[in-house]
């Protein structure tokens, strides 16, 4: 890794570009593609409870115009399904977007948009966990004393909030459309956390990371909320763990011109090494870095996706 930094973003682009093949076919070669571009517009999740998320996206801005040259627009979304039609209809030309974000965009428009970065730790883990979490107080200890409760899901097109847990249940025996007495949307993993703390249901599903089920983990909605003093950890309880889920990706639109693709590709691959305190400052562990992925590195949530959409329209009167 010492070495890694003296490459600079030029030297890891031909690294990761020759790791990450598969994404040329479409876009645009040769010519003068800063002219063409005029700007670089990156779509991203807003997030109004964590201040570092914010400083994140404002480091990836900066970071991609000094690579490109060129002026980055931040489109900040509300909602999951912000960030998926405006990659899908191309009012964008990358995001960061989560795993199942990226199946949706890949059902609507197929290789028109591919993945080509994702965060991995230094032990070479690349993925987070699903948890159910309910509050402490609670008499709730397993996913069984769930049965005719209250659920929260965070949002239809969430991975870790909806769409993966959803599966694992099904592999346990457990219909999540009929075992549970009635399950909602609190429209992303904040508010679920909130919905709980207040009473609205029984138990909700989140992300949780920086850790595993066997010796706990340090990062999730409500360690942030807890860090921010907005709740405290001890009125919560996880009861139930799934994962690893694929970490969100970086993507771009195909149809772009092929040097700007290599150029985001290997400036985002070299800034961990270029500025090492800037990335953990904004909440990447020690030792994690981006590397190379591309659209089967998430099969998997696709096939989920597909599957979890035929499950619910096959009960559809």
């Not at 001890?234 to 993507?251: E, L």
């Not at 771009?252 to 270029?274: H, N, S």
């Not at 020690?286 to 329209?313: E, P």
Request: hydrophobic residues 35%.
């Amino acid at each position: 890794m010492g070495a890694g930094k003296s490459l600079g973003w030029a030297g890891l682009a031909l690294l990761v570009t020759a790791c990450g093949g598969g994404e040329r076919e479409g876009a645009t070669a040769g010519g003068d593609w800063r002219a063409q571009m005029g700007q670089v517009r990156m779509a991203v999740r807003g997030s109004e409870d964590d201040p570092q998320m914010a400083r994140r996206w404002d480091v990836y801005k900066r970071h991609l115009e000094a690579a490109t040259g060129l002026p980055v627009k931040l489109y900040e979304s509300s909602d999951y399904n912000g960030t998926i039609q405006a990659l899908s209809t191309g009012q964008v030309d990358m995001a960061n977007i989560a795993g199942g974000g990226y199946a949706n965009v890949d059902a609507q428009v197929g290789d028109k948009v591919a993945p080509i970065l994702t965060v991995r730790d230094a032990e070479g883990a690349m993925g987070y966990y699903s948890a159910i979490l309910v509050k402490a107080e609670s008499p709730y200890r397993t996913v069984q004393d769930l049965k005719g409760k209250s659920l929260g899901y965070v949002d239809f097109n969430s991975t870790s909030g909806y769409l993966y847990p959803r599966s694992q249940l099904r592999e346990q025996g457990i219909d999540p459309d009929t075992f549970f007495g009635k399950s909602t949307f609190a429209g992303g993993h904040t508010q679920a956390v909130m919905a709980l703390e207040n009473g609205q249901f029984d138990a909700t599903i989140i992300n949780v990371g920086g850790g595993t089920p066997e010796h706990g983990f340090t990062t999730g909605a409500h360690y942030t909320m807890a860090r921010r003093g907005v709740v405290d950890l001890k009125d919560f309880r996880i009861i139930w763990t799934v994962g690893p889920i694929p970490n969100s990706a970086i993507v771009t639109r195909t149809d772009r011109p092929q040097a700007f693709i290599d150029t985001v590709r290997g400036a985002m691959a070299a800034l961990p090494y270029d500025d090492p305190e800037m990335w953990s400052q904004i909440g990447q562990a020690d030792g994690s870095a981006f590397t190379a992925v591309n659209r089967s590195h998430y099969a998997q949530i696709i096939k989920l996706r597909d599957q979890d959409l035929s499950q619910r329209r096959g009960r559809r009167p």
